[in-house]
């Protein structure tokens, strides 16, 4: 099974380029393809057809967007060398028998003039009046390039196997779909999940989860799950509605999906009740045994003085209300951001992760929901804290003898949303002896595993 995988810039940051700059060690051959063709059946040009050029071995491949001045259409001008070559307004599709190195984006482990190396076919073309880049491959050579970068090969192969099925499914259905794109799935951990191309030698661990799961994805009522997962839950995975919006309306809750059910990494199953300030503080205390306890991430704490959240927080809050967060930040009456006189927790889910925040200030309280802009707002560049690991945390604040705040503490549990499949609880049950459909069963409520 074929997939298209958006190929985001050097940032990872979006899947607009302004130029595409390729090579190869081996020749490689260039088709050009009307614009209405799907980038997946783009493969299904055979080796009968007659390519449009030949790009001899270490000859660059150019193409960058244009718009023409008769027509104003945005369009792709090519260059073989310095050859120039006719334009289109559809697409380029690249291929030879060797890796192809996209010079013109870096991933981790590229350098020099390498840049990043793939096995596949390289597709450019135009979208929405950009030039975009996707490789087309296998799913499961896809898959091998994600398992370097999500989930060690040192874990115990149940563990690993379990997660090469989520992520295998994954790709098949990301959180945000990438079908306005023209791909099925974005390289960027930012957005999808990482994919970094031939950066590392293959792991014998990672390539044996592959082959011994081959084909199988979850599926709930016939369809690929929405298969989320993060490194450390923290003892009790979450509900998706209590973590993430709609990516279609933005809405905040969503509508619950039943297999995505918060659930605890305790062998009996125990009612954990951590949906309370209490609950959470004493089973942060108490350390109680769950698969997960072993993780450095199970547990943590961040201080901050009252002048490190007076110097970001208000700058923070500001460049949330210019962005995607815009709608999840509540501003009071005032629409200003005083002085910070304390912080409370008002709404928490099944784990304990908080739902929403309010910051009580001088000219009134501001509230911000939703666990990943929570953690964004404990920004501090001076204490090199770029967000909270988790939302699952709980406050311990303290006032001078005006009344004023001078610290905050805060505890936390776990190292990401918390949803779905935790990897180091996976590690855990696997040691434990559970075997990976087991641990998808565990965490993904009813899905059921089946070949695609």
């Keep these: 099974m074929l997939v298209a995988v958006g190929l985001t810039t050097t940032d990872l940051k979006t899947l607009d380029h302004t130029e595409v700059v390729l090579t190869s060690s081996g020749a490689l051959e260039v088709f050009q393809l009307p614009e209405s063709r799907d980038l997946v059946t783009l493969l299904g040009v055979g080796t009968s057809d007659k390519p449009f050029e030949k790009i001899a071995a270490g000859q660059r491949f150019t193409v960058k967007g244009i718009k023409e001045a008769k027509t104003g259409s945005f369009v792709l001008e090519a260059f073989d060398g310095g050859k120039k070559l006719p334009r289109t307004n559809g697409c380029f599709l690249v291929r030879g028998s060797h890796s192809i190195n996209l010079l013109s984006i870096r991933r981790p482990g590229a350098s020099g003039t390498t840049g990043a190396k793939y096995n596949g076919s390289i597709a450019v073309f135009v979208r929405n009046g950009h030039v975009r880049v996707a490789l087309i491959l296998d799913l499961d050579k896809y898959l091998n390039g994600v398992l370097h970068s999500e989930i060690p090969a040192s874990y115990h192969i149940e563990a690993v196997k379990a997660q090469a099925v989520a992520a295998r499914t994954y790709g098949l259905n990301p959180r945000i779909s990438h079908g306005k794109d023209g791909?099925?799935?974005?390289?960027?951990?930012?957005?999808?999940?990482?994919?970094?191309?031939?950066?590392?030698?293959?792991?014998?661990?990672?390539?044996?989860?592959?082959?011994?799961?081959?084909?199988?994805?979850?599926?709930?009522?016939?369809?690929?799950?929405?298969?989320?997962?993060?490194?450390?839950?923290?003892?009790?995975?979450?509900?998706?509605?209590?973590?993430?919006?709609?990516?279609?309306?933005?809405?905040?809750?969503?509508?619950?999906?039943?297999?995505?059910?918060?659930?605890?990494?305790?062998?009996?199953?125990?009612?954990?009740?951590?949906?309370?300030?209490?609950?959470?503080?004493?089973?942060?205390?108490?350390?109680?045994?769950?698969?997960?306890?072993?993780?450095?991430?199970?547990?943590?704490?961040?201080?901050?003085?009252?002048?490190?959240?007076?110097?970001?927080?208000?700058?923070?809050?500001?460049?949330?209300?210019k962005d995607e967060r815009a709608p999840f930040v509540v501003a009071p009456p005032s629409g200003k951001f005083g002085h910070i006189e304390s912080f409370r927790i008002p709404k928490r889910g099944v784990s304990g992760c908080a739902i929403e925040i309010e910051v009580k200030t001088s000219t009134g309280t501001w509230r911000v929901m939703k666990e990943l802009v929570i953690r964004d707002l404990f920004k501090t560049p001076g204490k090199k804290l770029a967000r909270l690991k988790s939302a699952r945390i709980f406050l311990d604040q303290s006032h001078d003898k005006l009344g004023h705040l001078s610290a905050l503490s805060i505890s936390g549990l776990g190292w990401g949303h918390g949803v779905g499949l935790q990897q180091t609880g996976a590690q855990g049950w696997a040691k434990e002896g559970s075997k990976y459909q087991t641990i998808l069963a565990h965490y993904f409520t009813g899905a059921k595993i089946e070949k695609v």
């Design 183 to 321: 791909v099925n799935v974005c390289d960027s951990y930012l957005c999808c999940q990482y994919f970094g191309g031939l950066t590392t030698v293959s792991s014998p661990t990672h390539e044996r989860a592959i082959h011994e799961t081959l084909g199988e994805v979850l599926t709930y009522r016939e369809k690929p799950i929405l298969a989320l997962f993060s490194s450390c839950a923290g003892g009790h995975t979450e509900n998706y509605n209590n973590c993430f919006s709609d990516p279609a309306t933005g809405q905040f809750p969503p509508p619950e999906l039943p297999y995505l059910s918060g659930v605890p990494e305790t062998k009996n199953k125990v009612d954990l009740k951590l949906f309370d300030d209490k609950n959470l503080r004493h089973f942060y205390n108490s350390a109680p045994y769950t698969v997960d306890a072993a993780s450095n991430h199970f547990k943590w704490k961040v201080h901050l003085t009252a002048d490190d959240l007076e110097s970001h927080m208000h700058a923070t809050v500001q460049a949330m209300l």
